[in-house]
């Protein structure tokens, strides 16, 4: 049978060899806590799950690519309130079945992988998905360490004049997975300088701009000039609403109608009744706030139990993952290893790129009863 020589080069979905690695655990009748998925398991606010039942009628046709004009309205407004950004909700918004088939996308639509725009750049350790929709659309792909010191934002001025040149797209991802870190207004407002002046589109994925601890974090929306700017988000992490994937790009009006033209050819709106849900969840700040209080529980858990320890977190300004440096120089997959043997999953670093070597990543999605069972379980192991 003819595959593509793309999807036979592909490893194995780091998440699925964390999935089965957890599963031959529990086969030899060890309880696992799962902190290696970043799927949240946080209740969906009952107003957001009676809109999509209210959503739903006897006859559902095709939905429209460009979404309904009440969640574009939504998202606008959303953003207004959140970013003191006023977007026009018909030209510079699009709604997206989630963020990870827009992300997955972006490169078929926007690079010119038989020309002079032919490379797409992301961070490193990361999202796996940059990498993968950049090279299923041909293009070339360029690694960007995060590294600890330079406060897990990527060097700006070790890139040469001839990569920003071929660059068409430039993903960045704050706050970021895996490290938590957040990145100031001016690294936006340069990279998006940058990317006027060299004709490249500034990617930014903000999944988890809404989950923060102590400071709210800035969007790339904020830089002014959205010339050559698009910014994805989504609703899976901010609501808790992974399984109804619905998300949206925002930004340059160019790049919106480039997007509202393309994908029809994909056919990946939300259906309606998730887009009538998904106005609900936009237009309300409460549920995100309780979610964030959960969530800063959890973190507070695990903050106390590492520093009592002994082992460093590197990284925890914002979203629902903890960036732990690996003690004693050991393999961040041997260090994951060593705990799933007592009944805790993590993520190893380097599941996520070679820049993530040394440390594991802790996702707090689990309830607060299991949060606190598996520190109890970490501090006998560790």
Request: hydrophobic share 45%.
């Amino acid at each position: 049978m003819p595959v593509s020589p793309i999807l036979e080069r592909q490893t194995t979905y780091p998440f699925v060899r964390l999935n089965e690695a957890a599963r031959r655990v529990r086969e030899r009748g060890l309880e696992v806590i799962d902190l290696g998925m970043g799927d949240p398991r946080e209740p969906t606010d009952p107003k957001i799950r009676q809109a999509l039942v209210d959503g739903l009628r006897d006859r559902m046709g095709y939905p429209a690519a460009v979404g309904l004009p009440e969640l574009r309205e939504a998202i606008a407004a959303w953003a207004e309130r959140r970013f003191d950004v006023r977007l026009d909700p018909h030209a510079q918004i699009v709604p997206t079945l989630g963020s990870k088939e827009a992300i997955f996308s972006f490169a078929l639509a926007v690079a010119d992988t038989a020309g002079a725009r032919d490379t797409v750049a992301y961070t490193d350790p990361g999202y796996p998905v940059y990498e993968r929709g950049a090279l299923f659309a041909q293009a070339r792909t360029l690694a960007l360490p995060l590294r600890e010191e330079h406060g897990f934002l990527p060097d700006l001025d070790a890139i040469d004049g001839e990569t920003w040149a071929r660059l068409a797209v430039f993903w960045v991802n704050y706050p970021n997975n895996p490290t938590g870190a957040t990145a100031p207004l001016s690294f936006y407002e340069r990279l998006a300088a940058l990317a006027r002046e060299h004709g490249f589109v500034l990617a930014s994925d903000e999944a988890y701009t809404e989950l923060w601890f102590d400071e709210s974090p800035a969007s790339a929306l904020q830089v002014g000039d959205l010339t050559n700017v698009a910014v994805f988000n989504t609703l899976s992490k901010r609501s808790s609403m992974t399984g109804y994937r619905s998300g949206f790009v925002a930004g340059d009006p160019a790049l919106v109608a480039a997007l509202q033209a393309f994908r029809p050819t994909v056919g990946t709106a939300p259906q309606e009744f998730v887009q009538r849900a998904s106005v609900v969840a936009w237009g309300d700040e409460a549920h995100v706030a309780e979610t964030r209080e959960r969530y800063g529980r959890k973190r507070r858990l695990f903050l106390d139990c590492f520093e009592r320890v002994g082992i460093r977190v590197a990284g925890s300004r914002a979203t629902m993952y903890l960036w732990v440096e690996v003690p004693g120089g050991a393999s961040s997959e041997a260090f994951a290893e060593r705990l799933l043997e007592h009944g805790v999953l993590v993520a190893p670093g380097s599941y996520l790129g070679a820049a993530g070597e040394g440390y594991v990543r802790v996702a707090l999605v689990p309830s607060e009863e299991e949060c606190a069972r598996a520190v109890e379980i970490l501090e006998d192991a560790l």
